[in-house]
């Protein structure tokens, strides 16, 4: 697949992500009387998703997270050299996700811009959890997420269902990441609302780049070692006869 339509796949996909899912924590969540919570807000971000892989899947892979890149590469599923053009299209699509999800946030009288459902630890987690607790729910919920992914494109696994259980699996993530983190798993969603909190939004963005992505990588190492098939070896047996029929008039024919 040719490389740009690929990037610009990815653009649309982690905006449609931000947006989608972010959008929810900022517009319905917290809505007086009809709020959608934590689980509203899971489902989301587990539907950008699902819709997603199946609009974009087959053009760029619908990545829309630097961790997933990563973490494919290291499963050798991806190769090195769109590494960088993916993460710059991801983080920049997360970016317009986020502008447009401000300008229509903004739109409401007494708008406060709050957290804009940035992500946290310590004082800044919705549960108040620790560095360490935040750090190792990233990791693993990231780990987890590209075993999934890795499980689900396998080519050994049931053709046409990989996006319900990888948009599932990442419903499943927030509904448990949510109080601890507010949910990363993703340093290109992260990152776009830092860009708005500002202050210690940016201060901790740091954990939200580094835990995703080393999930990401030792999930890709532990599926690449443990799960991949093992090419059989090739038997080169010499043919008593011939393996096809002539054509006619053919010498063999003859």
């Known amino acids: ?3 740009s339509k690929c990037v610009i796949a990815e ?10 899912g972010c959008g929810a924590a900022v517009l319905a969540a917290a809505y007086p009387g009809l709020g959608i919570g934590f689980a509203g807000v899971a489902l989301a971000f ?7 892989a199946y609009a974009i899947g087959h053009i760029s892979g619908c990545h829309i997270n630097p961790a997933v890149s990563i973490g494919l590469f290291f499963g050798k599923r991806f190769p090195a050299a769109h590494l960088i053009p993916y993460i710059v299209a991801q983080l920049a699509g997360a970016c317009a996700g986020a502008t447009v999800l401000y300008v229509i946030a903004s739109g409401k009288p007494g708008f406060v811009l709050g957290n804009f ?5 310590g ?5 108040g959890y620790s560095l360490l607790a935040c750090f190792v729910a990233e990791v693993v919920l990231t780990f987890f997420f590209l075993l999934i992914i890795l ?15 990888i948009g599932l699996g990442l419903t499943l993530i927030h509904l448990v990441g949510i109080p601890v983190t507010n949910t990363s798993v993703n340093p ?31 999930a890709g190492v532990l599926y690449r070692a443990v799960f991949a098939e093992t090419p059989e070896p090739a038997v080169h047996a010499v043919p008593t006869k011939p393996q096809y029929e002539a054509l006619p008039g053919t010498a063999a024919n003859d």
């Open 188 to 218: 290109a969603r992260s990152t776009s609302q830092a860009i708005f909190v500002h202050g210690w939004a940016i201060g901790q963005l740091w954990l939200f780049w580094v835990a995703p992505i080393l999930g990401g990588i030792l």
């Open 1 to 3: 697949m040719n490389l």
């Open 123 to 127: 004082a800044h987690s919705p549960g």
């Open 46 to 52: 587990g539907l950008t998703l699902l819709t997603m």
């Open 117 to 121: 459902a940035a992500n946290g630890y």
């Open 11 to 20: 653009f649309f996909g982690t905006a449609w992500l931000v947006f989608g």
């Open 151 to 165: 499980g689900a494109t396998d080519v050994r696994a049931p053709k046409g269902m990989g996006p319900l259980a």
